[in-house]
């Protein structure tokens, strides 16, 4: 292992002076035998040992052995954490690539990561799996995990049509115009990014040159969601597809879910306070529930067709709806940052800029 370390110290040195190249070289030949499991047949790792350890034998020649046997300890600890090193950043950047994020367990710990909510992983990290004890599922849930790296990559590098993504009872803003691309937006009510986006969307006029629609997906955490009225939001806002398909016969021409986006992701209440922050931090579950059924009343729908609305959000019919949008971003799109736009011909994670949206249709 001493030769390794030596390989890659004199690496680095031969960069900054052509006198450590012999050296190198000679390093290399013990290195290249050392990886195909063979004996250092050089005496290049024993002329290490013997500079490193001639001073100490000068003065304290009890001290060689244990030092020699030290030595060989630091080697080994050294080729270690610099195998593990490659390993962090070879999956880094893997996990770049298929996800936009060097850390898809918690995406917002890269500094990479583009603005967006993120996805986190319920399983434990590496680390964390180890450090309970749980040694065969840290290294298990490792090779899982980075498998479904590699599996994803491809995918990135296809050209995405939004319209094989969305959902069932799907609505666009302005209603569904034939022979316009369509847009496809993965959000959560109660991320900000996702109100940014809106707004993004709405500058760049892009609703205009294209049929634009969401998934909602409320972000979970250990089964639970992340922003405490996003659940009952897009069970509301799947409940209203369902029922104005049911009535008109299809996507409706002035969808109501739309409306209640707009609402929640610009608007704010009588106290100045934004919709979307207040569903987050104030708002009791009847509190909320409530202003919803006031948004739809305010959108012409009759006290029996809230009713209507109201019963189809507590059912199984829209919970299924739901768990089957789920599918569609965890297991086609595949994302780990919401929100995440399908557009344009490519896949965007996180925020997109006005100025891209414009350059789309």
């Given at each position: 292992m001493l030769c390794i370390v030596s390989f890659v110290v004199l690496?680095?040195?031969?960069?900054?002076?052509?006198r450590h190249r012999k050296l190198l070289r000679q390093s290399w030949g013990c290195v290249t035998r050392r990886a195909t499991f063979r004996a250092c047949d050089s005496a290049f790792a024993d002329d290490v040992k013997t500079s490193l350890l001639a001073p100490l034998a000068l003065r304290a020649p009890r001290l060689v052995r244990p030092a020699s046997a030290g030595?060989?300890?630091?080697?080994?600890?050294?080729?270690?954490?610099?195998?593990?090193?490659?390993?962090?950043?070879?999956?880094?950047?893997?996990?770049?690539?298929?996800?936009?994020?060097?850390?898809k367990q918690n995406p917002q710990a890269c500094s990479l990561t583009a603005d967006?909510?993120?996805?986190?992983?319920?399983?434990?990290?590496?680390?964390?799996?180890?450090?309970?004890?749980?040694?065969v599922g840290a290294f298990r849930n490792?090779?899982?995990?980075?498998?479904?790296?590699?599996?994803?990559?491809?995918?990135?590098?296809?050209?995405?049509?939004?319209?094989?993504?969305a959902p069932a009872y799907a609505s666009y803003v302005g209603g569904y115009r034939e022979g316009l691309?369509?847009?496809?937006e993965v959000l959560d009510p109660g991320c900000v990014f996702c109100a940014r986006?809106?707004?993004?969307?709405?500058?760049?006029?892009?609703?205009?040159?294209?049929?634009?629609?969401?998934?909602?997906y409320p972000i979970?955490?250990?089964?639970?969601?992340?922003?405490?009225?996003?659940?009952?939001?897009?069970r509301y806002l799947t409940a209203i597809r369902v029922f104005e398909a049911d009535r008109d016969g299809g996507p409706a021409a002035d969808p109501a879910d739309w409306a209640i986006v707009r609402h929640l992701f610009t608007g704010s209440n009588a106290a100045g306070v934004g919709w979307q922050r207040w569903f987050n931090d104030h708002a009791a579950p009847a509190q909320a529930e409530a202003q919803l059924h006031a948004w739809l009343a305010e959108a012409g729908f009759s006290a029996d067709d809230v009713a209507q609305v109201s019963?189809?959000?507590?059912?199984?019919?829209?919970?299924?709806?739901?768990?089957?949008?789920?599918?569609?971003?965890?297991?086609?799109i595949r994302t780990v940052t919401i929100p995440t736009l399908v557009g344009g011909g490519g896949l965007h994670r996180g925020l997109v800029s006005v100025d891209e949206l414009r350059s789309w249709g």
């Amino acid at each position: 292992m001493l030769c390794i370390v030596s390989f890659v110290v004199l690496l680095v040195a031969s960069a900054f002076s052509a006198r450590h190249r012999k050296l190198l070289r000679q390093s290399w030949g013990c290195v290249t035998r050392r990886a195909t499991f063979r004996a250092c047949d050089s005496a290049f790792a024993d002329d290490v040992k013997t500079s490193l350890l001639a001073p100490l034998a000068l003065r304290a020649p009890r001290l060689v052995r244990p030092a020699s046997a030290g030595l060989t300890v630091v080697a080994w600890v050294t080729v270690l954490s610099l195998a593990l090193s490659a390993f962090v950043v070879a999956r880094g950047g893997l996990n770049l690539l298929a996800y936009g994020t060097c850390d898809k367990q918690n995406p917002q710990a890269c500094s990479l990561t583009a603005d967006a909510c993120t996805v986190m992983a319920d399983e434990p990290g590496f680390w964390e799996s180890l450090t309970s004890g749980d040694v065969v599922g840290a290294f298990r849930n490792e090779a899982t995990s980075l498998a479904d790296t590699v599996s994803t990559i491809p995918s990135r590098f296809r050209s995405w049509d939004a319209a094989d993504f969305a959902p069932a009872y799907a609505s666009y803003v302005g209603g569904y115009r034939e022979g316009l691309p369509t847009v496809l937006e993965v959000l959560d009510p109660g991320c900000v990014f996702c109100a940014r986006l809106y707004a993004n969307i709405a500058e760049s006029g892009l609703a205009e040159r294209a049929n634009v629609t969401f998934i909602a997906y409320p972000i979970l955490r250990a089964g639970e969601p992340q922003f405490a009225s996003s659940m009952l939001i897009s069970r509301y806002l799947t409940a209203i597809r369902v029922f104005e398909a049911d009535r008109d016969g299809g996507p409706a021409a002035d969808p109501a879910d739309w409306a209640i986006v707009r609402h929640l992701f610009t608007g704010s209440n009588a106290a100045g306070v934004g919709w979307q922050r207040w569903f987050n931090d104030h708002a009791a579950p009847a509190q909320a529930e409530a202003q919803l059924h006031a948004w739809l009343a305010e959108a012409g729908f009759s006290a029996d067709d809230v009713a209507q609305v109201s019963a189809l959000a507590a059912s199984d019919r829209v919970a299924q709806l739901l768990d089957d949008s789920r599918s569609i971003v965890e297991d086609e799109i595949r994302t780990v940052t919401i929100p995440t736009l399908v557009g344009g011909g490519g896949l965007h994670r996180g925020l997109v800029s006005v100025d891209e949206l414009r350059s789309w249709g």
